[in-house]
């Protein structure tokens, strides 16, 4: 008998830690995001920041460290891109006969990374080696050019230095 009681106080036990986490996973954190439409396409486009919420050993609910940027098709969301930081702002821009959002991030300290994607549609489409970052939070967009900016300590010096940018749907390439 004190077997079957056991059995039954850790399944109910563990039926309340399901429906705990549960209510938890639910809940998330939705923020606007801040966009620069160079091409009007944010007519047909809407953007939001999501962060999925968990429970920690201590029961609290809590933000993940990673932010989701949801899409619109038709008026559903779906998730367009997972990135590993914060605070994300998107540049849409429109090179040759293609669509580009260019989204800049932070994460951590003053690292503040640049991905690149192509848009279709509504869907972002990750473009292979385009990732830029700058440790003193300092990427610009400017017509088209990436400029980066990062500072290098130098025998006790501090070194600052800028690098444009071009890019196309294979990547960054430096400007010369």
Known sequence: MNVFKAL??????????????????????TKPIKVDDKTGLLQSLKFEQ????????????????????LSFSEGIPFIATRLKGHTPEITLLEKGENYYALIKFFTGNKLQVLKGY???????????????SSNVSNI?????????????????LSIDSVTLYNFDLSGVSVKH
């Open 118 to 132: 192509q848009v279709i549609n509504s869907e972002l489409y990750a473009l292979a080696n385009f990732t830029l």
């Open 140 to 156: 610009s967009i400017d017509e088209g050019v990436i400029s980066v900016k990062n500072t290098e300590l130098v025998e006790e």
């Open 50 to 69: 999501v962060k999925l919420l968990h429970k920690d050993k201590s029961g609290i609910c809590l933000p993940t460290r990673d932010t989701y940027i």
């Open 8 to 29: 039954i106080c850790t399944l109910l036990l563990t039926l309340s830690h399901i429906a705990f986490a549960s209510e938890c996973l639910n809940i998330k954190v």
